[in-house]
Every structure is written in structure tokens, then in C-alpha cells.
């Protein structure tokens, strides 16, 4: 009677201490983000014979390589060696003034002696990708909850549909200057439509609006 007593004592702390153990789940209940990396992409820029100038045909692969690549990550050039130091410098010039047409103002330059780099400019740019949360995911069980934690899928899907459609990467990240807006100015548009206060629009036929002093009937 005693042993079975015992062991009835053991089975029910047995019981007790599974209860009481957390479920055999790793914890994936962190919301389902976005990640940002930059990515450094390479371009060759070639020089024919002894010309200091682009070229129609390079100027256009050079901008087809930059497209609409964020200028926020700066970009780097690698001169290659020319007849001239004069030369080397004009190639220089030339490219930098095509980076900052595209907005890359920061540009970090270094001159290489590589024959293989004759009459070449390497343009090195970093640009911002997103890296998605893996969908769907079902890692956690469903068959309990005792946590009450959300499902390891809970939100995968609206945090991929996000990265894969945002137009810039880096807004990811950080948020944009308001610029020139003005916020008080805006406000005010909306409270005169609201309480139907409308501004009219000028009379583009009015003389007096055009600020040359002279009236409708002169000539």
C-alpha cells in the first residue's frame, strides 16, 4: 500500500512540474520586420585612346548604371593610370561631374597603376535593399498556447507586402525632411475649405494680377 502510494505521489509531481515547464517552442513571437543592408555595386567606365571627356555611349551606360540608385551610401571612384597626369585628372573630373549630376556629392577617390585598369574609371556605389521576413511561417505549433503569444505568422505577411512595394529602401530606416512644406500654411488651407472660406483663385485675364502696373484697356 505504501509503494503504491509513493507511487502515486511521483506521477502527480510529474504531472505538477510538466504543467508547469514552458512548451518545447523557441521564442518566434518577435514581430515580423524589415531589415535594411546596403548592396555595392561596380561600374566600368572606359576611356578610348587619350580622351579626357565621356563619351555619348559611356555617358548613357554610366547613367543606366546609377538609375534610380539612392545617393545616400556615396559612392567611390578607382582612376586608372593614363598617358598623362593631366589626363588621369581631366578622367577624374569627368566622372565626379557625372556622379553629382545624379545627386553622389560625396565621393571618395584612389588612384590605381593597374595595367588591367588602363584608360578605366571603376564607379563604386552602395545602395539600401530590404531584406524581407521569411513568409509564411508556421514554426510555432498550433496545437496550444499556453503562453499566449502571438503566432510566429502573425503580421509576415503585411511587413513582406511593405518591403517589397516601398519605392525607397532607406524610408525603411528613417524618414524624410518635410523640406520646404509648411505645416501651419497647410492647416490653414484645410480650416478655410471646412468652414467654406475658399480663397478664389486669381482671373489669369485680370491685368491687375500680373504686377506690371498696366491696365486692361492699354496697349
Do not use: W
Amino acid at each position: 500500500m505504501r509503494g503504491l502510494l509513493l507511487a502515486f505521489v511521483c506521477l502527480l509531481g510529474t504531472v505538477l512540474a510538466a504543467c508547469d515547464q514552458a512548451p518545447e517552442y523557441a521564442a518566434i513571437d518577435s514581430p515580423k520586420e524589415n531589415r535594411i543592408r546596403l548592396v555595392r555595386h561596380e561600374h566600368v567606365v572606359r576611356f578610348p585612346g587619350n580622351a579626357a571627356a565621356l563619351d555619348a555611349h559611356e555617358a548613357a551606360r554610366l547613367a543606366q548604371f546609377l538609375g534610380r540608385r539612392a545617393s545616400d551610401g556615396g559612392a567611390t571612384i578607382a582612376v586608372g593610370p593614363g598617358t598623362s597626369g593631366a589626363l588621369v585628372s581631366s578622367r577624374e573630373r569627368a566622372v565626379r561631374d557625372a556622379l553629382a549630376a545624379r545627386g553622389y556629392r560625396a565621393v571618395d577617390v584612389f588612384h590605381v597603376s593597374s595595367a588591367d585598369a588602363l584608360n578605366q574609371v571603376i564607379v563604386s556605389v552602395a545602395s539600401a535593399v530590404v531584406v524581407t521576413p521569411r513568409c509564411p511561417d508556421y514554426s510555432k505549433p498550433t496545437e496550444y498556447n499556453y503562453t499566449n503569444t502571438p503566432h510566429s505568422n502573425f503580421g509576415c505577411a503585411s511587413a513582406h507586402n511593405l518591403g517589397v512595394m516601398v519605392a525607397d529602401p532607406a524610408d525603411l530606416a528613417r524618414g524624410r525632411d518635410e523640406g520646404t512644406l509648411d505645416g501651419t500654411q497647410s492647416v490653414l488651407g484645410v480650416q478655410r475649405y471646412r468652414t467654406g472660406k475658399v480663397t478664389p483663385l486669381k482671373d489669369p485675364g485680370d491685368s491687375s494680377s500680373s504686377g506690371n502696373g498696366s491696365s486692361s484697356g492699354s496697349k
